[in-house]
């Protein structure tokens, strides 16, 4: 039987050739005009000798040709290396090297440093300006055939941001991502009916097999934004009248406080999703408070592909849980010697099911450190189980706080700043001291028009947690760095040096 993902966009093309697939703007196409699209692509490919087991980058943002070039990455047998486009020469270089891929596709507005970055490892670089490129591909006859692939042939290589040091390309097979979209299409029931804003990047795990994948195996509809803005994204809903919206938490802090947000329809929607970092309680309530609509937080990573477990829309909702699993997927909490923990007691999440990614990419021995040999991934997350079964994230493990030996985690001081009401962003950290080891900090950024001192907002927290807890350090920012998603970077955080030191 073939296994290949890219079934899913053909066999969506044969029963609704006529529906909206994508839309930009006024810009529409139908399902049967992607699967033309999809097939010269892979007419292209073979061109340039691309075929089974090969690799190809894909540097687009959310635009349609990003799904026709994925999908005909996956009709000749390729795997999809998904790249950001706001990588710099250096690093195409390495994802397209260590990936050993023969050619990427680069969006023109950042040809100049993926073309750089394709030279060095002798990529073939394919500048991709949407009427240059539709004339390539009018050049071309489209591809009927999907090739044969098993299941556990890989279909993308995702590589990781490298917040731990050089990123690793996690192995995703058609198994992994096809099993994730069914998993999803039914927990949501997605289908022609539904219209998907297409909000984070499709070369991201969250927008590829939760915007992008499940879409196309259902029918719906993509509305793509090519990149975030709360004002253009409420607008977009209310023009489309959008049903599924798919974010991250910084993109629901936006829309609450975007000033305008009441003049917007939004009553279309039926459901939103939250995931790629944990939702603070006080963004969750304040959104559904001022948009009469639920959102339901979920759980994954890239080597997970990436749901893995769900607040089910046909279970009881637990604020601040990323839920149970998913159908077919295993989760636990363990002790550092990997033993289970009971209920109630914190541990790291290993997860073990038909999610977890085949391996790092050429890197044998990160793949043996991350899975056990009876197949548990271990995810680096800390956690807590109820009595319930419901999990709830405490913190990243290397995002955790030891202050003079007592364990601080950083989201619990977060959600007591969020409470603040002037707060509109917040991130704690750990900064380095002498004496204790690491000391609590905090970098804030308020509300407009807002205004707080440093010792107002630390003595807040004080008054809420235990002495060791509350953040020595505060300081004010204009912004969170952020990645491409909207989640906030700590590792870009630093704590200005007091005024006075050496």
Known sequence: MNANLGLNLATTAERFGDHPAT????????????????????????????????????MLPNVPQFAAIYYGILQVGAAVVPMNVLLKRREVAFY?????????????????????GAKEPGTTCIIVEPAGFAQLLAAHEPESSVAERAGDDTAVVLYTSGTTGTPKGAELTHDNLRRNVQVILDMWNVGPHDVVLGALPLFHAFGQSCALNTTMASGATLTLIPRFDPGHALETIQRDRVTIFEGVPTMYAAFMHHPERRRYDTSSLRMCVSGGASLPLEVLRGFEEAFGTMILEGYGLSETSPVASFNKPDRPRKAGSIGTPIDGVEMKVVDEHGGD????????????GHNVMKGYWKRPDATAQAISADGWFHTGDLARIDEDGYFFIVDRK???????????????????????????????????????????????????????????????????????KYPRRVWFLEQLPKGPTGKILKREIQAPVPSGAA
């Open 96 to 116: 397209l090297g260590d990936s050993e891929a023969k050619v990427v596709f680069a969006w023109h507005d950042f040809a100049e440093e993926a073309a750089a």
């Open 341 to 352: 923990i009971t209920q109630g007691g914190v541990g790291e999440i290993v997860i073990r």
């Open 398 to 468: 290397k995002d955790l706080v030891i202050r003079g030996g007592y364990n601080v985690y950083p989201r619990e001081i977060e959600e007591v700043l969020y409470e603040h009401p002037a707060v509109r962003e917040c991130a704690v950290v750990g900064i380095p001291h002498p004496e204790l080891g690491e000391e609590v900090g905090a970098a804030v950024v308020l509300k407009d028009g807002a205004t707080a001192t440093a010792e107002e907002l630390r003595d807040f927290v004080k008054e809420r947690v235990a002495a060791y």
């Open 23 to 58: 839309r930009l703007g006024p810009a529409v196409m139908s399902y049967a005009q992607l699967a033309e699209q999809s097939g010269r692509v892979a007419s292209l490919l073979r061109e340039h000798g691309v075929g089974p087991g090969d690799r190809v980058g894909l």
